[in-house]
């Protein structure tokens, strides 16, 4: 199996749209979840990826608990979660 293909920025995943048969995807989901792109970068990889292959997301905001929390304060009254 080869090395997977990083996608990680908008060019990356332009790059991405036209791929096939692929053996392995990384996503890295921070470049996509926040502007709500994380639904279309997980459908490329799955359209270029070939069967049986791999898709792998990796988040970053898994090891800061906060950083979700903190982003939704800023959109939403969140007087409980603020310490």
Known sequence: MTEPVRVATLDDLRRLRGRTDLDAVELV??????RRL?????????????????????????????????????FLPCPVWQT
């Open 29 to 34: 989901a921070a470049g996509f979840k926040y």
């Open 38 to 74: 994380l639904p279309l970068a997980l459908r490329y990889a799955l359209w270029a990826t070939a069967p049986g292959g791999r898709i792998v997301v990796r988040d970053s905001s898994a090891d800061d608990p906060h950083g979700v929390q903190d982003l939704l304060c800023t």
